[in-house]
């Protein structure tokens, strides 16, 4: 492929037409000359399309004339002094650069054009950036994928570490230095991390616990079971202190508990006062209820009867009238409902 004309700044005094390859109608790169036709092209350009020929079994003919293309063997110094008026931009303007180049400078600039871009050297490592020739120092310093000595490596870690995976494996490697747990308390020995698991139990700066007494201790110190004793006694008598405390503690929340309750019960008291008061007056309500009731019974009972009476006496005072023309002695119809109906009257309820 030539160089499209957006690339060239600067023609020059050059006849388009004259520097132009026939076949991708750009400006000629690496020109190739017939020796028949003296006409020029790419030399990418004319070799595909040579091949192309070949693979279409045709003669190896010119693109622009019929002729037989025949390398010549120099370019034509006119074409090189066209081209030399040229221009052209650096092909990595789009990355940055700003070189307006001589066509003869072009190839030269692009070996060392710093806006190349390049995948960066530790790309076997897994490395994906795609980096600017110019950062490419920069770059590596800071590439995570560049392979870094663990600090290890001097006590015999053989791992292979990438830079971003160099912290993650120092905090696990065992073949890092590192101080015992017994530091704090006067160890000075740096231990191989996959040693402590050795050093530790048998450091003597190491702090045990005693299970009995509570009490900590160096190895080295030792635990004398006298002190472990007395260290039991103090603990039993402590804790005698602290439940007498919390004996109080309970003690006078117990009283208050207490008072509370007995506060409640004088108002239960005063409440069942109140309760059966109101119960009494209830029953009262109740019980006059009831003797109303009586009283109403008695009341339609009583009259039921003087109904009745009323009745009879009535009868009987009648058929006294219709007997009197007949008895000669004188009596009140009653005298003589008396005589007639005595027994009757007498079993009447109220006969008087
Ligand atoms: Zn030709
Ligand atoms: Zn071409
Ligand atoms: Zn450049
Ligand atoms: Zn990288
Ligand atoms: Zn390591
Ligand atoms: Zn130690
Ligand atoms: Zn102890």
Redesign the pocket.
């Known amino acids: 492929m030539g160089i499209s004309e957006e690339m060239v700044v600067s023609f020059g005094d050059s006849p388009k037409k004259l520097i132009t390859c026939s076949v991708c109608l750009q400006v000629l790169w690496k020109p190739m000359t017939?020796?028949?036709?003296?006409?020029s092209y790419c030399t990418d350009c004319i070799t595909q399309w040579l091949k192309q020929q070949q693979a279409m079994n045709r003669k190896h003919?010119?693109p622009?004339?019929n002729?037989?293309?025949?390398q010549k063997n120099k370019i034509p110094s006119l074409l090189v002094q066209l081209l030399s008026q040229l221009r052209v931009k650096c092909v990595n303007t789009i990355n940055g650069c700003k070189e307006l180049l001589p066509y003869e400078a072009l190839d030269e600039h692009q070996l060392v054009c710093g806006f190349q871009q390049q995948l960066c050297q530790m790309r076997e490592n897994g490395c994906k950036e795609i980096v600017l020739k110019k950062d490419i120092v920069t770059h590596g310093a800071t590439c995570g994928y560049q392979r870094q000595e663990c600090k290890g490596q001097v006590y015999g870690c053989k791992d292979i570490v990438l830079k971003k995976d160099i912290l993650a494996h120092e905090a696990e490697c065992g073949y890092i230095k590192q101080q015992c747990k017994g530091k704090a308390h006067g160890c000075k020995d740096l231990v191989l991390k996959k040693d402590l698991n050795t050093h530790e139990p048998q450091c003597n700066y190491i702090q045990l616990l005693c299970q009995s007494c509570e009490t900590k201790y160096l190895r080295g110190d030792g635990h004398e079971l006298m002190k472990c004793l007395q260290n039991q006694i103090k603990n039993l008598a402590n804790e005698m202190q602290k439940s007498n405390a919390n004996d109080n503690q309970q003690k006078t929340l117990i009283d208050q508990l207490k008072e509370e309750t007995r506060l409640l019960k004088v108002n239960e008291e005063e409440q069942k006062g109140v309760n059966t008061k109101l119960l009494k007056e209830i029953r009262l309500l109740k019980a006059s209820d009831t003797q109303q009731k009586i009283l109403i019974d008695q009341l339609k009972e009583e009259t039921r009867l003087l109904k009745g009476k009323h009745q009879f006496n009535l009868i009987w005072f009648q058929v006294a009238l219709m007997l009197k023309p007949h008895i000669k002695i004188a009596l009140t119809p009653a005298e003589i409902g008396r005589e007639i109906f005595g027994c009757l009257i007498i079993s009447m309820p109220d006969s008087r």
């Open positions: 017939c020796e028949e036709c003296e006409n003919t010119c622009n004339s002729c037989e293309f025949k």
